[in-house]
């Protein structure tokens, strides 16, 4: 099932479609604008599993995400901030985890697919 979640875009030209998969396999599709980063995109739409401690400033690993495969190459690479922080999250991490406010959504990404972890904290 797809739950569909608008946020304000500046523009149509601006708006940029994430999907979060839960474990269940449910998917909560949101549109934000382009510039915002993926876990802020989430904690406005509600979307259950991101939590987002620090603030986005990649330092408590509790908006991990799985980044789907077709993806993952097409985001910037992982800086050395978020390797550390990604060594620390509590679900296992892959090669496609991600921490989602390192994230920033560009029209490039527009339907950018993420799995949630099914713990944070
Ligand atoms: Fe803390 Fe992403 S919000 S690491």
Known sequence: MIKKHFLIARSESDAVKIRFRNASGDIRE???SAGTCVKDAALQAEVAGIIGVCGGYANC??????????????????DEAEDVMLD????ER????????????????????????????
């Open 61 to 78: 690993a509790t908006c991990h995400v799985y980044v789907d495969e077709d993806w993952f190459d097409r985001l910037p690479p992982v």
């Open 88 to 91: 620390g999250t509590l679900s």
């Open 30 to 32: 949101v549109t934000a």
């Open 94 to 121: 892959t090669p496609f985890s991600r921490l989602a406010c390192q994230l920033l959504l560009t029209p490039e990404l527009d339907g950018l697919t993420v799995s949630l972890p099914e713990s944070q904290m």
